[in-house]
């Protein structure tokens, strides 16, 4: 089982970056897929999820409108758009899947992908 995201990077506020989450060695469609988030001192929090067939989504508080995630079944991705980035969601982005719904934080994980935002 692997997951492995990519995207990430330095931006500037007000900016856009689309994560990516690519997925392998298990049945994807059958998971639901979520991104966390980590911040230096502070302790990691969901930022969105999405279930299997797409059928519910959940949004961390602080998103607000600005982040989308999505899957592609298909080819066994899934991506988190994020649109009017600020300094605050400077942090380590992890991809997880897991079979359950609501999000639990268990299944598997990818190693992470840096986004920094500068003020």
């Known amino acids: 089982v692997q997951l492995a995201e990519s995207g990430g990077a330095l931006v500037q506020s007000g900016g856009s970056l689309r994560l990516s989450c690519t997925v392998s060695?298990?049945?994807?469609?059958?998971?639901?897929v979520i991104w966390y988030r980590q911040s230096p001192g502070k302790e990691r929090e969901l930022v969105a999820g999405?279930?299997?067939?797409?059928?519910?989504?959940v949004y961390g508080d602080f998103v607000k409108g600005r982040f989308t995630i999505s899957r592609d079944d298909a080819n066994n991705m899934f991506y988190l758009q994020m649109n009017m980035l600020a300094p605050e969601d400077t942090a380590v982005y992890f991809c997880?899947?897991?079979?359950?719904?609501?999000?639990?934080?268990?299944?598997?994980w990818g190693q992470g992908t840096q986004v920094t935002v500068s003020s």
């Open positions: 999405l279930s299997a067939l797409s059928r519910h989504t």
């Open positions: 997880n899947a897991e079979t359950a719904w609501p999000p639990t934080a268990f299944g598997h």
């Open positions: 060695g298990f049945i994807f469609h059958m998971y639901s």
